[in-house]
């Protein structure tokens, strides 16, 4: 007969007088009541013994969602190859492009410098080539814009994009891009080309109702940018047929209070294409040390917990909200040698957080990408499964090792989930649920 034990990363917590239990490896949910709970609790603690009828069910159910594994089953090692591969496949190669370091707006808390090159047709001709090339021999090519604000050159987005479709047409490679833009430049003249360059998904960042917004990130030279952003984005989501929208909400101290204002505002918008998620203003620069100090101050201890309460508001409202942290099998996209950042010259970076810092690791030339060796394995170079706490650690399946650039600043780069893993466990459970309820109503209607 097989043995089995528990999982190392089974969570459970009580509502309303049921019990949920979460697996992290598997991201199982089970609700169940709690005299059931109970019998799930003495299995999970003598998984092997002769468990009969009822019991003999609720144990086969455990097996089924990872709450307990066979006893030879290394949890560890299954994660290390599931990162791996996440890490190392090839096959799908995805390019975050810099089509210029300029930006239109003067956020507060920016930490980029808002001035520098845009890339000219003849560099865009370049990595285009590149891009080309790479297309004629990979499954799936992603390009996702960014900046500097993007869309000030929208001219090298219109080149690259074309002609990678053109050869991925040819060649039958999947083709996917999106652009991560303030929104504000994104008027009717440019939304009527995002169908056919295949921009299926924007990001879109809003601080708060317009008073916060308008405050937080103005254009250059003061004036608020919150009417024609919102206008954009409306217009955009009618004239594209599957574009969808991710609203990446930045909370501080002043707006926290008002972010449920901004998701009434955004009851316009059709529900099913956009989703929605929460972040502090982590990138308060340090060069705006007072505004950084009052953010560190206002967010505590579990800061986690205090952002949670907006995912569910906004699941409570029918919104799709995700969280970052579970989108992937590592920490984030830049975790992997098939993600590459190129800047406005062809130069490539870490990562985008990274370009602020002049981290440039490459360059794109007729060759291909040459990398400067040294610093290219010094980035990969940090591995969750070589760190015992991370080993030791129960979110290890969903958070992989944390950041990377803070590691290699020092750092651990833990993620603010883990502050209250059983929380975050919750939250989780809670959003799943109220999708789930939505799409019945939905189907009732
Ligand atoms: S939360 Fe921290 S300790 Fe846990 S896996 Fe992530 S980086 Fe490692
Ligand atoms: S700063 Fe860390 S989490 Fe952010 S993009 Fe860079 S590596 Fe990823």
């Given at each position: 007969m097989n043995k089995y034990k528990k999982s190392k990363y089974n969570v459970s917590f009580e509502e309303d007088n049921k019990v949920i239990f979460v697996n992290y490896l598997t991201r199982a949910i089970a609700t169940v009541d709690k005299e059931k709970a109970e019998m799930i609790k003495e299995i999970l603690r003598?998984?092997?013994?002769e468990w009969k009828e009822e019991y003999k069910k609720l144990k086969d159910d455990l097996i089924y969602g990872g709450y307990l594994v066979n006893k030879y089953f290394d949890e560890l090692q299954h994660l290390k190859m599931l990162n791996y591969i996440s890490r190392y496949d090839t096959s799908s190669p995805v390019f975050t492009i810099l089509s210029t370091l300029q930006c239109n707006f003067d956020c507060v808390y920016c930490y980029e410098s808002k001035e520098g090159p845009s890339m000219t047709q003849e560099t865009a001709q370049e990595i285009s080539d590149y891009l080309c090339e790479i297309a004629t021999k990979k499954r799936k090519i992603s390009i996702g814009w960014f900046g500097g604000e993007p869309l000030v050159n929208f001219d090298v987005i219109k080149l690259i994009n074309r002609n990678v479709i053109e050869t991925c047409d040819k060649y039958h490679t999947d083709f996917v891009s999106s652009i991560s833009t303030n929104g504000y430049l994104l008027d009717e003249d440019k939304a009527k080309y995002f169908d056919e360059l295949d921009i299926k998904n924007v990001q879109i960042t809003f601080d708060g109702p317009p008073q916060y917004h308008n405050k937080y990130r103005p254009l250059k030279g003061g004036k608020g940018t919150f009417e024609t952003i919102y206008n954009n984005t409306k217009r955009l989501l009618e004239m594209t047929k599957e574009t969808h929208i991710s609203l990446r909400v930045n909370v501080g101290v002043e707006n926290y209070d008002k972010i449920p204002e901004l998701l009434e505002m955004f009851d316009d918008f059709p529900k099913e294409r956009i989703r929605i998620y929460f972040r502090w203003?982590?990138?308060?620069?340090?060069?705006n040390r007072e505004f950084y100090a009052k953010l560190h101050e206002f967010k505590g201890l579990n800061s986690f917990k205090k952002i949670s309460k907006f995912y569910i508001e906004a699941a409570k409202k029918g919104f799709k909200v995700f969280f970052p942290i579970l989108t992937q099998n590592r920490y984030c996209e830049y975790d992997s040698v098939s993600s590459t950042v190129i800047g406005p010259k062809g130069e490539i970076y870490p990562c985008t957080v990274a370009i602020a810092k002049g981290a440039v690791f490459g360059k794109v030339t007729k060759n291909g990408i040459e990398y400067e060796k040294e610093k290219y394995l010094y980035w990969h170079k940090p591995d969750a499964f070589e760190d015992e706490e991370c080993k030791n650690c129960k979110i290890l399946p969903i958070c992989m090792g944390g950041c990377r650039n803070a590691r290699l600043q020092?750092?651990?780069?833990?993620?603010?989930?883990?502050?209250d893993v059983e929380h975050f466990a919750k939250v989780w459970y809670f959003t799943k649920t109220l999708e789930n309820k939505c799409k019945i109503c939905e189907v009732e209607k």
């Open positions: 003598e998984p092997n013994r203003i982590f990138q308060a620069s340090e060069d020092g750092s651990k780069g833990c993620p603010e989930e883990k502050r």
